[in-house]
């Protein structure tokens, strides 16, 4: 069985960090965002997984090489020289997706995280015999996504509507799919979109059946969602795997630390904190509701927030940082200064105090 990542562009969203790595190579949950799709995939069966991509192929390839082995997944790349949408990418793929088996293939956008119930998608799909199947979630904030609208006791899409301006139901396309290769053959090689010109034809054929998404669902494609994403994805892991979250007098709720990193007496952490490998927190230190990524330092009587440390970076002594601050890879922030919401571009030293939300270049 195969799968197809949409990987995308440049992942302006979530620059500062996507000037360092592509977008699907950030840490989330101590380990890149894509690896978490891929790790779901090889548990479901796929045996080898095509990125669609269009910014830094090579990045990505040299960095998956290695998970390659260590999953026992094959891995390659299809390289897009122009933006094609979320359905052209599908048709540059063909000769890889459509093989001689007829199986179904997933299809996922590289920046959703959810539980990935990929199994029993695949008995749905089994059981309705359509063309196309989709997982939705309801939310609670309809109109900035697809809004799909079903038939409550078989799941078959009534109608697709692309970002409604009236209220047509509250679920929406969670982003993952599983398609009969015949779909490739309603898709031409060009920018294309899947949501606003592929479904709605196969909606009025009556082959679209949708899946109702058990468990959380994030697209983590910019910051607030990000940290939104961590505590649902925390809180899933606390269900299912506890063992694996940090416990002890100095945690609050739900922290998972990467065993390498170093933890000095009196901090206070969490919740929904996640410490990547190599990290250093000095004592005294207070965390919540932040990712601390690969080789970060945090200085003593550091207060942190509601924010991302990129690589490599190092918050000075008794330093605040809070409210949506991102660092970017390697930054210093100096003693005593204070960031409310800074974006600071990678390799900055911060001397002065970030009052309100800007960029520092």
């Known amino acids: 069985m195969k799968a197809l990542i949409l990987v995308g562009g440049f992942g302006t969203r979530l620059r500062p960090l996507t000037l360092s790595f592509p977008k699907p190579l ?20 796929v045996t080898e997984v095509v990125l669609a991509i269009s910014y830094q192929p090579e990045v990505m390839l040299n960095f998956l090489k290695d998970f390659e082995s260590k999953l026992g997944i094959k891995i390659t790349c299809s390289q897009e020289t122009e933006p094609l949408g979320t359905a052209g990418p599908l048709a540059l793929a063909r000769d890889i997706l459509a093989d001689k ?12 995280i959810s539980e990935y119930p990929l199994k029993e998608m695949i008995a749905f799909h089994k059981s309705h015999r359509g063309e196309a199947s989709m997982l939705v979630t309801k939310v609670d904030e309809p109109s900035k996504y697809g809004v799909v609208v079903t ?30 290769p015949s779909v490739l053959d309603r898709i031409e090689l060009k920018p294309t ?4 010109e592929i479904f ?4 009025s054929e009556n082959q679209l059946y949708a899946m109702v998404l058990p468990g ?15 505590r649902l994805y925390l809180d899933s892991l606390r269900m299912k795997s506890p063992s ?34 190599g990290c250093v927190i000095e004592s005294g230190v207070r965390l919540s509701q932040s990712t601390i990524m690969r080789g970060v330092r945090i200085k003593e009587h550091a207060c942190i927030s509601s924010s991302i440390i990129g690589w490599h970076s190092t918050v000075g002594r008794w330093a605040r940082v809070e409210n949506m601050t991102i660092l970017g890879e390697g930054v210093h922030v100096c003693d005593e200064i204070y960031s409310n919401g800074g974006v600071v571009l990678p390799h900055k030293e911060i001397k002065a105090s970030i009052l309100k939300p800007e960029i520092i270049m």
């Not at 959380?216 to 961590?230: A, E, F, R, S």
């Not at 998972?256 to 490998?277: K, N, Q, R, W, Y």
């Open 101 to 112: 088996s007829g199986e179904p293939f997933f299809v996922l956008n590289s920046d959703v």
């Open 26 to 45: 950030v840490d989330f949950a101590n380990k890149p965002m894509i690896l978490h799709q891929i790790e779901a995939l090889k548990a479901t069966g």
């Open 151 to 180: 038939e409550e006791s078989t799941g078959k899409v009534e109608r697709y509507v692309e970002k409604p301006k009236i209220f047509v139901g509250n679920k929406i396309n969670a982003g993952i799919y599983l398609l009969n």
């Open 244 to 277: 694996m979250l940090a416990s002890g007098a100095h945690i609050i709720g739900n922290v998972l630390v990467d065993e390498s990193a170093e933890i000095s007496d009196g901090c206070l952490i969490g919740p929904d904190v996640a410490i990547g490998p």
């Open 193 to 196: 979109s899947i949501e606003k």
């Open 200 to 203: 709605p034809k196969i909606v």
């Open 216 to 230: 959380y669902w994030m697209d983590i494609g910019q910051p607030k969602d990000y940290i939104t994403g961590l």
